[in-house]
T-cell receptor, first 113, second 111 residues
Framework: GAVVSQHPSRVICKSGTSVKIECRSL??????MFWYRQFPKQSLMLMAT?????????EQGVEKDKFLINHASLTLSTLTVTSAHPEDSSFYIC?????????FGQGTRLTVV | GDSVTQMEGPVTLSEEAFLTINCTYT??????LFWYVQYPGEGLQLLLK?????DKGSNKGFEATYRKETTSFHLEKGSVQVSDSAVYFC??????????FGTGTSLTVIP
């Protein structure tokens, strides 16, 4: 099956800085990748759909200027949290769809101090 | 629209107890159903899946049967272990590449 690699697994950054999270599809080409955010003890909330070669589609309430998504190739999507603030601290996870099955990255624990 | 309703936790069981985590779904069409497990500090791992009605998914002693008549996909294990302590998510995937998660159920197994 597909393997999805997400990096970094943990990151601590200062308020006001930007953090980039990478999601790589290792086994097959993915024209679409999905980014989720998970608050403590809650389920995963879809943030945006990353489309290779075009603009990402953001869910309602997600600031596209704050969460920049780039899907420059069929195997890589990046999520950049710009001007991070403590309220952006969360667990971010990407998904690659292979047929009817979803494959998830390992997740990134972001802590903004 | 499609959705998943999952039994709320947290659930605390003694080792070797029987586990059931309820999951029901609402969907148009014929979705696939999944259970994912998330261990502390880690991402989601596929535990088991079923792609059509009456299919039974099973893995590591866990089982779930896709029941269309009751729109359910309950997770069961006959004898839980401490290492099963995690958060379990029921999920639905439809043909439109959309994925819907339940709220997750935290399981703690005590020795």
């Amino acid at each position: 099956g597909a393997v999805v690699s997400q990096h970094p697994s943990r990151v601590i950054c200062k308020s006001g800085t930007s953090v980039k999270i990478e999601c790589r599809s290792l086994d097959f080409q993915a024209t679409t990748m999905f980014w989720y955010r998970q608050f403590p003890k809650q389920s995963l909330m879809l943030m945006a759909t990353s489309n290779e070669g075009s603009k990402a589609t953001y869910e309602q309430g997600v600031e596209k200027d704050k969460f920049l998504i780039n899907h420059a190739s069929l195997t890589l999507s990046t999520l950049t949290v710009t001007s991070a603030h403590p309220e952006d601290s969360s667990f971010y996870i990407c998904r690659v769809q292979g047929g009817t099955e979803a494959f998830f990255g390992q997740g990134t624990r972001l802590t903004v101090v | 629209g499609d959705s998943v309703t999952q039994m709320e936790g947290p659930v605390t069981l003694s080792e070797e107890a029987f586990l059931t985590i309820n999951c029901t779904y609402t969907a148009t069409g014929y979705p696939s159903l999944f259970w994912y497990v998330q261990y502390p500090g880690e991402g989601l791992q596929l535990l088991l899946k079923a792609t059509k009605a009456d299919d039974k998914g099973s893995n590591k002693g866990f089982e779930a049967t896709y029941r269309k008549e009751t729109t359910s996909f309950h997770l069961e294990k006959g004898s839980v272990q401490v290492s099963d302590s995690a958060v379990y998510f029921c999920a639905l995937g439809n043909t439109g590449n959309q994925f819907y998660f339940g709220t997750g159920t935290s399981l703690t197994v005590i020795p």
